[in-house]
């Protein structure tokens, strides 16, 4: 019998939504589907204003969302713990936090990182996050709406919540790991989605495909953190990969 989680995963569960007429049909339904996150239904006609940020609606609320905190908790605490295990640690790494939204998981490594480039197509995300930036006095973090020029300038890229929505997942891992010095660890935190099915989140074979085809090394995916969601607990995955240092004469 298929479990509550897995028809979740398989998109029985319909949340995150925004305003699908100004897409042909078939990309809205997928774009609509790689959108719903964990909210309730919200009717397409009372957010006439989205357009084109589909996460509009959610930015304002965003930071009050307890399922999307505890999320970026339980994120960062298995990121730390990922690279204690390597005897690295976030700090003085350039970051560059991917999909950042407003930035729940920026304000965590903001302490400690040398600087984060915090990006993120949504304008309405950034701009929680640029609010944020100016309140807190951060002088450390930039925002911008693509990924940053250049290759080679940083030591760690995180993704929280974002692979499953991307258009392009594999062609935006290869360009993210382009940014990473050799050594530079690439992370990343997505529901999982069961099997070969039209459903939420990325599969752990779609993972493991997409950074072994970046070019990664020490390539894993396994079940990151258990977050309580509505009276459930969810397991999203972690997917990680390294890249490679180079050769020895
Ligand atoms: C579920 S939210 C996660 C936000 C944040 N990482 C967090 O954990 O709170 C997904 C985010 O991915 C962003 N996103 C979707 N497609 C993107 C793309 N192609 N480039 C950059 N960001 C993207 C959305 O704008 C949104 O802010």
């Known amino acids: 019998m298929r479990s509550a989680v897995t028809e979740r995963h398989r998109g029985g569960h319909r949340g995150r939504r925004f305003h699908p007429c100004t897409l042909p049909e078939a990309a809205a339904n997928t774009r609509r589907r790689r959108v719903e996150w964990h909210h309730g239904p919200v009717e397409p006609e009372e957010h006439p204003t989205v357009d084109d940020d589909p996460w509009a609606d959610h930015a304002p609320g965003w930071d009050d969302d307890p399922a999307a905190r505890a999320y970026s908790a339980a994120a ?41 480039d915090a990006v993120d197509a949504s304008p309405a995300m950034l701009e929680v996050l640029t609010a944020k930036i100016a309140d807190r006095g951060w002088t450390n973090v930039r925002t911008a709406t693509d990924i940053p020029s250049g290759s080679d300038t940083h030591d760690l890229v995180v993704c929280s919540s974002v692979c499953s929505f991307l258009d392009d997942y594999p062609g935006t891992v290869r360009r993210l790991a382009e940014l990473l010095r050799p050594g530079g660890v690439f992370v990343q935190w997505d529901w999982e989605r069961d099997g070969d099915t039209d459903g939420d989140g990325l599969s752990r074979s779609e993972i493991f495909d997409a950074l072994t085809a970046a070019g990664f090394s020490g390539v894993h995916v396994a079940t990151a953190f258990e977050v309580p969601f509505e009276g459930e607990v969810m397991r999203p995955l972690i997917g990680v990969g390294r890249r490679p240092l180079p050769d020895r004469p």
């Open 76 to 116: 960062y605490r298995s990121l730390i713990d990922l690279l204690s295990e390597h005897g690295r640690s976030v700090g003085g790494m350039t970051v560059c936090d991917f999909g950042c939204g407003t930035g729940l998981l920026t304000e965590q490594l903001v302490d400690e990182a040398e600087s984060i």
